[in-house]
């Protein structure tokens, strides 16, 4: 007999308002949640999952929303009712949830433990309306100390100190572990996990997913966990929803989602996550399966776009018959620590140290390791985005080391980076058009240099390129997957994925020969994802380009990589063949890397 549900949600809607319409984003959707139970909400950006628990909350901005439901119930208590100073009352005491951003849902001018001791001081403080039929009310001294054990809890280091830091000061991993903590401070009967390991590395996801569970079987806290990762939602889930454009379309348990798919919106969902068993040419994405492209699954995908031991080396022995494009030679990067009023230099932080590789044309090589291990500061250094402190550089036979003033710049012609959040690199105040034309531009490709600045109503603005080099512009958008209709759009018009694509097309825009991948794709989700991978793998084929990929996700770097780099704390610790170093490692680092993938670790 199924138990009672902690959380009964029936025929919930949300719609949104803009230019006066309004628009009906969650479609009457029904979400039951059992105490001591994890229900995976899964599905692409833009499917409804955040805003249906975010409406839950009223945490909606109510001047452009509208939430409507047959009931809400929590404890078997209706509160789709309820008054703000009611929900204020039931959010953090009776619902809480843990974003999926920490840096922006921690305030930055307050410390850590602060903001958790504030958590339970409005709900259990000596002010707190409810204190009267409650326990003894908490005051300041008490609620620091149970913040502390909380923080030790939840298994961050000198929780003494943490408590005392700016969120600055912490990395992503422990930012999160302190909005786990401000989360279950007033032991909630829900609580809701928006994405809480999205771009985290895989050992910082194992460890909070862990620790999302012990809570669960010590409190019997029901969860709601929001995802669109399904390798996540195996370990984490006991019941699965799948979201699709503000509907559920299909749920059960989470042997029947993940290994019985129905929906064809599932299966592709499933499909287009990188294998680690076999290498494909392509990865499937969702809109093949929803028109029908796989329905023979599994066994026509491996059969349509498996690579062949025989093609893989031969392909291999093509790529390292040749002299390397790239070599690193000892290559540090260091960065100095300095106290005191003269600012001496007391010791180094060695980002990079002693980091040698050579990268072939055509080659791709997969850069992976622990936020902190070094890897985007070797990219950066590569370029001399970032100076090196010691070793050299060579590209093309090339010391990019010894590089000044125009012979630099015409190195970085050769080698570009796409960037890993598509927000912060792109310009809004620039259309995507002209995003993509300043870099040709500035190194005076298909345009005449920067032309001068034309008044227009008051406003300094640059004047129109060049018909060509609009029409190349163009040209590259449509090779990337846009249309030349958008080159007149600003970044704020696209999507995540969209951006991202933005982002290499300007990186190929003055033709490079080597483009460094800095996380790209990290917080896309996996159908698009797979989208912008395909795209990188083509224009690889198509341009001759050579990549350096740098990533967490190691499912991704085998999928992407010829061979693979395993950084940690600025080190190399392992290089091989992708396939020999994934199936066989020989570094314990590597080891603990591969052991902590989704999908070969239990957490039950």
């Not at 080099?469 to 018009?493: F, M, N, S």
């Amino acid at each position: 007999m199924m138990a009672t549900p902690l959380l009964q949600v029936r025929n919930l809607k949300v719609s949104f308002s803009r230019d006066g319409q309004w628009t009906e984003a969650v479609h009457g959707i029904d979400l039951d949640v059992v105490a001591g139970r994890t229900l995976g909400l899964v599905g692409e950006s833009g499917s409804g999952k955040s805003v249906s628990s975010l409406s839950l909350m009223r945490l909606l901005n109510e001047k452009v929303s509208r939430i409507s439901a047959d009931s809400i119930q929590i404890e078997g208590e209706e509160i789709k009712d309820f008054t703000e100073r009611q929900m204020a009352d039931v959010r953090g005491k009776r619902i809480s949830m843990i974003f999926q951003e920490p840096m922006t849902s921690l305030n930055p001018v307050y410390k850590c433990g602060f903001q958790v001791a504030e958590m339970i001081l409005q709900h259990e403080g000596k002010t707190a309306l409810r204190q009267a039929q409650g326990p003894s009310p908490v005051g300041k001294k008490a609620a620091k100390e149970r913040v502390i054990e909380l923080f030790k809890q939840v298994m961050l280091p000198r929780p003494e100190a943490i408590y005392d830091s700016y969120p600055h000061e912490l990395s992503g991993g422990q930012k999160q572990r302190v909005m786990i903590a401000m989360a279950i401070a007033c032991n909630p009967k829900l609580l809701i996990a928006d994405e809480p390991t999205t771009a985290l590395d895989v050992t910082v996801q194992l460890e909070i997913l862990k620790l999302l569970r012990q809570l669960q079987k010590e409190t019997g806290m029901g969860m709601i966990f929001i995802t669109h990762d399904l390798g996540v939602v195996a370990e984490i889930a006991d019941d699965v929803a799948v979201m699709h454009n503000g509907e559920i379309l299909e749920r059960g348990s989470v042997d029947q989602i993940l290994n019985h798919p129905q929906h064809p919106y599932t299966q592709g969902l499933l499909a287009c996550r990188p294998p680690m068993d076999v290498r494909l040419r392509r990865l499937p994405i969702v809109k093949e399966f929803l028109d029908g492209q796989w329905q023979g699954g599994k066994e026509q995908i491996l059969r349509d776009l498996q690579i062949s031991d025989e093609e893989r080396q031969d392909h291999l022995k093509k790529l390292y018959s040749q002299p390397p494009l790239l070599k690193v030679e000892g290559l540090q990067t260091w960065y100095p620590l300095r106290k005191g009023v003269l600012g001496r230099v007391y010791d180094y932080v060695k980002a990079v140290d002693e980091v040698s590789l050579e990268v072939y044309e055509g080659e791709t090589l997969g850069l992976v390791g622990e936020s902190g291990c070094g890897k985007t500061t070797l990219g950066r250094s590569i370029l001399r985005l970032a100076e090196p402190t010691g070793g050299k550089v060579w590209f093309d036979g090339i010391e990019v080391t010894a590089l000044k003033g125009q012979a630099l710049r015409d190195f970085r012609k050769q080698a570009q980076i796409v960037f890993q959040d598509p927000y912060s690199s792109l310009n809004p105040r620039m259309t995507i058009g002209e995003a993509i034309a300043e870099p040709m531009r500035v190194h005076g490709i298909h345009g005449r240099g920067l032309r001068p600045a034309v008044q227009n109503e008051g406003k300094l603005r640059d004047a129109i390129c060049d018909n060509d080099l609009r029409d190349t512009v163009c040209e590259l958008l449509e090779q990337v997957g846009l249309k030349a209709e958008h080159y007149d759009r600003y970044p704020h018009e696209f999507s995540g994925g969209q951006r991202q694509r933005i982002c290499i097309a300007r990186a190929l825009a003055v033709n490079p020969r080597l483009v460094i991948c800095d996380e790209s794709v990290s917080a896309l989700d996996v159908s698009v994802q797979a989208q912008v991978l395909n795209l990188l793998n083509r224009l690889k084929e198509e341009r001759g380009l050579t990549y350096i990929f740098i990533s967490h996700d190691l499912s991704v770097v085998r999928f992407m990589s010829d061979r693979v780099l395993v950084m940690y704390n600025g080190r190399p610790v392992e290089m091989n063949d992708a396939d020999v170093l994934f199936e066989h490692p020989q570094n314990a680092y590597t080891k603990k890397l591969i052991a902590a993938l989704p999908g070969r670790r239990s957490l039950r």
